[in-house]
């Protein structure tokens, strides 16, 4: 039997230490692009029914992180619609066809996020495509570095802020009415909330609206029976990273500061979103699940 995430591993080692080469995309960045393309539990990610027939939609979708998540929800038994942006459709071609190999059904829904018509679109098309919704990945994610706050664009810190943090409350508002109790919706926060680069300055704004906006969300949808919580990852290799995510001369260092030495694989972050959609994390509420190598967070 090959190995999976439930194999006993060192996990300094599970994982190789990567010193990616400096390399530059325009955004977005193609994952397939990559040197070396990020590890999405392709090979590894084993399900054991845990969402079974639920349906999920996850937006980004097609690589990292998103993907990873896409890609272990159909293996738990869920059947998953995707977002991602047009010219990303390589890499959203990837994800639907593992979806549909794990025996579920995968609806591909292209379009930007910072469109707000489109986030309704978006969730008809998942209510239509997948015969109702129960699980809400927030994912999608706009991180571009900028060392001064005096050649931060107003366009870009609108940009960030459109894609990070309001498509996840249209998201959440489209999203609610088709709710049932047992829903769960899931924000991806980050390291970045607690812990800001200085050249992060609008990401870093926008973690941590999205953590605040996790938790107070939560405490208004659990008297109806549905959960909303986050993920929080740290320094995960990932098609973000290659498009001005993080100064590319500092791209073969990445992720080499944190406790275990290494940066994370979008495959180590799955289960994190994994157990918060299902049934197993049904009294954890309000939460951000750290997944970050080691970093401390309060
Ligand atoms: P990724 O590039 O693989 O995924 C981000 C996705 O966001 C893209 O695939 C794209 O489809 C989507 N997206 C961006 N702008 C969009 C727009 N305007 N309209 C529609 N879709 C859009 O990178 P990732 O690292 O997997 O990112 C996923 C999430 O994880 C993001 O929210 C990111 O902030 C968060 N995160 C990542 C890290 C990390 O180190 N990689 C750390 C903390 C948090
Ligand atoms: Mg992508």
Same mark, same amino acid.
């Given at each position: 039997? #090959? =190995?999976?995430?439930?194999?006993?591993?060192?996990? /300094?080692?599970?994982?190789?230490?990567?010193?990616?080469?400096?390399?530059?995309?325009?955004?977005?960045?193609?994952?397939?692009?990559?040197?070396?393309?990020?590890?999405?539990?392709?090979?590894?990610?084993?399900?054991?029914?845990?969402?079974?027939? /639920?349906?999920?939609?996850?937006?980004?979708?097609? #690589?990292? $992180?998103?993907?990873?998540?896409? $890609?272990?929800?159909?293996?738990?038994?869920?059947?998953? +619609?995707?977002?991602?942006?047009?010219?990303?459709?390589?890499? @959203? !071609?990837?994800? *639907?066809?593992?979806?549909?190999?794990?025996?579920?059904?995968?609806?591909?829904? =292209?379009?930007?996020? %910072?469109? %707000?018509?489109?986030?309704?679109?978006?969730?008809?098309?998942?209510?239509?495509?997948?015969?109702?919704?129960?699980?809400? *990945?927030?994912?999608?994610?706009?991180?571009?570095?900028?060392?001064?706050?005096?050649?931060?664009?107003?366009?870009?810190?609108?940009?960030?802020?459109?894609?990070?943090?309001? +498509?996840?409350?249209?998201? @959440?508002?489209?999203? *609610?009415?088709?709710?049932? =109790?047992?829903?769960?919706? $899931?924000?991806?926060?980050?390291?970045?909330?607690?812990?800001?680069?200085?050249?992060?300055?609008?990401?870093?704004?926008? %973690?941590?609206?999205?953590?605040?906006? #996790? %938790?107070?969300?939560?405490?208004?949808? +659990?008297? !109806?029976?549905?959960? *909303?919580?986050?993920v929080? =990852?740290?320094?995960?290799?990932?098609?973000?990273?290659? #498009?001005?995510?993080?100064?590319?001369?500092?791209?073969?260092?990445?992720?080499?500061?944190?406790? &275990?030495?290494?940066?994370?694989?979008?495959?180590? &972050?799955?289960?994190a979103?994994?157990?918060?959609?299902?049934?197993?994390?049904?009294?954890?509420?309000?939460e951000t699940l750290n997944v970050?190598?080691?970093?401390?967070?309060?």
């Amino acid at each position: 039997m #090959s =190995p999976d995430q439930y194999s006993f591993a060192d996990p /300094r080692t599970l994982y190789p230490s990567i010193s990616p080469p400096v390399q530059q995309q325009p955004e977005p960045a193609v994952q397939a692009k990559m040197t070396p393309v990020p590890d999405l539990g392709e090979n590894s990610y084993r399900g054991s029914g845990r969402l079974q027939g /639920r349906k999920a939609l996850i937006t980004g979708g097609d #690589s990292g $992180i998103g993907g990873a998540v896409a $890609i272990a929800f159909a293996r738990e038994g869920a059947d998953v +619609a995707i977002s991602y942006l047009p010219e990303e459709e390589q890499d @959203a !071609r990837h994800i *639907v066809a593992l979806i549909e190999e794990a025996g579920r059904t995968a609806v591909a829904f =292209p379009g930007d996020l %910072k469109n %707000k018509d489109y986030c309704h679109r978006l969730v008809d098309a998942a209510v239509d495509g997948l015969g109702g919704l129960d699980i809400v *990945v927030s994912n999608a994610g706009k991180q571009v570095f900028v060392e001064k706050i005096e050649d931060l664009s107003d366009e870009q810190f609108e940009d960030t802020m459109h894609t990070n943090v309001f +498509a996840m409350f249209w998201l @959440a508002k489209a999203a *609610v009415p088709h709710l049932k =109790p047992g829903s769960t919706i $899931i924000c991806t926060a980050s390291l970045e909330a607690y812990n800001q680069l200085p050249f992060l300055l609008d990401y870093a704004t926008t %973690k941590g609206a999205i953590n605040n906006f #996790s %938790k107070a969300l939560a405490q208004q949808l +659990a008297p !109806r029976g549905i959960r *909303v919580n986050a993920v929080a =990852p740290g320094p995960t290799w990932t098609a973000l990273q290659v #498009s001005q995510g993080f100064p590319p001369e500092k791209l073969p260092e990445y992720g080499k500061d944190n406790p &275990l030495g290494r940066s994370g694989q979008p495959a180590e &972050l799955a289960p994190a979103y994994v157990y918060l959609a299902s049934g197993e994390s049904s009294f954890t509420i309000g939460e951000t699940l750290n997944v970050n190598g080691g970093m401390p967070t309060p």
